[in-house]
């Protein structure tokens, strides 16, 4: 079981998790958000690795809280400045990238991935 968030054993994860990203090359990363109601949006951050991504999120104030899955952009797919560091929603991340569904889309009526 996941230590909850906020608590001492869970600071401490956060903070060996950063030390680890800290030798990494800043990369782009895209996070998810997802809820009980399905997605919540999208974020694309500059970050070592993912759980600097989904802290610098929350320093930014831009998480909108649920669940969260991260994923390396390739620079080659970063989108502009306008795109980046905030929160966004299913209309301009489909902008961006044309062919981007959400994981209730990709899966099929048993679960598992189409």
Known sequence: MSPKPGSEEWNARVTQQLAEEADQPMGWWYLSYA?????????????????????????????PGGQVMGHPIPPEKVPGEEYQHRLLTK??????WDDMKTLAELEGEDGQPN
């Open 91 to 96: 209309r301009e991340l489909t902008e961006i």
């Open 35 to 63: 809820g009980e109601e399905g997605f919540r949006g999208g974020a694309i951050i500059a970050a070592r690795g993912f759980t600097g991504a989904a802290y610098a999120a929350n320093v930014l104030k831009i998480s």
